[in-house]
């Protein structure tokens, strides 16, 4: 028989069983493949381990490199360089100083911009005012039976508008807005002062962090300097610094 026919002669497949019933309570049925993986891994481990000790072992406590100026030890182990900020010159953080604050400078402009475009379609109509409408009646008794829809003439729904709040005749004509619709339209304006508030406090945060980025471009810069202390500025949260007057040529 050749090797072609041979090979396609069915073949009995030997299948590995499975756990047995009484020990299902074990888990499943370790196989070959199972076991091989589990041993590579556990002698990778045991061969990585036994390399570390040697290191350790044959290790020359007199070896110096010219990267052990820049690093720290702390138990044992490398925590890194002293400090990230002396791979750049004094020079060269100043300028990138100047660009992050040139950035927050443009995004706060862009936020103003922004803001303002909203007032303007806003102009707060609706907002919430600090006086209330006062309705004076004759006595006690009209007092107790006063009726806010009645008076106004418009559903319940509506009294709290003080802008462009209909009456009950002009809601039962045909082409007047549901009250689907007069909901809606409260909820876009909701949304639209959020976004109102929401933009001018990041604008706010954007400009705050420009000016601190210039405060600090400057402290950078030439000249003496001293930090003022709570007392000397009126206990403000703000830091404070005064230069040495010179006398320029």
Not at 28 to 57: G, M, P, S, T, V
Not at 91 to 116: G, H, I, N, P
Not at 169 to 177: V, Y
């Amino acid at each position: 028989m050749s090797s072609a026919l041979k090979n396609a002669v069915k073949r009995k497949t030997h299948k590995e069983r499975s756990q047995p019933s009484d020990r299902r309570k074990f888990g499943l049925l370790e196989k070959k493949k199972d076991y091989l993986q589990r041993a590579r891994d556990f002698h990778k481990k045991e061969n990585e381990i036994q390399n570390l000790r040697r290191k350790a072992e044959q290790r020359n406590p007199d070896e110096f490199y010219f990267a052990m100026e820049r690093k720290r030890t702390k138990g044992g182990v490398t925590s890194g360089s002293v400090t990230e900020a002396n791979k750049y010159s004094q020079q060269e953080l100043r300028f990138m100083k100047s660009q992050d604050a040139s950035y927050l400078a443009l995004k706060a402009q862009t936020e103003m911009k922004k803001v303002d475009r909203l007032r303007s379609q806003l102009q707060f109509i609706g907002a919430a005012a600090p006086q209330q409408h006062v309705v004076f009646v004759d006595d006690q008794a009209a007092v107790q039976s006063f009726s806010a829809e009645q008076h106004f003439d418009t559903p319940n729904e509506l009294l709290t508008r003080s802008f462009n709040r209909p009456r009950i005749a002009q809601l039962q004509e045909p082409d007047i807005l549901t009250k689907h619709n007069w909901q809606q339209a409260d909820r876009k304006c909701e949304a639209a002062y959020r976004e109102l508030q929401q933009r001018n406090d990041r604008h706010i945060n954007l400009s705050r962090m420009a000016g601190s980025m210039d405060m600090e471009k400057a402290v950078m810069g030439k000249g003496r300097k001293r930090k003022l202390q709570p007392s000397e500025t009126g206990d403000s949260q703000d830091r404070v610094f005064r230069w040495k007057q010179v006398r320029q040529k």
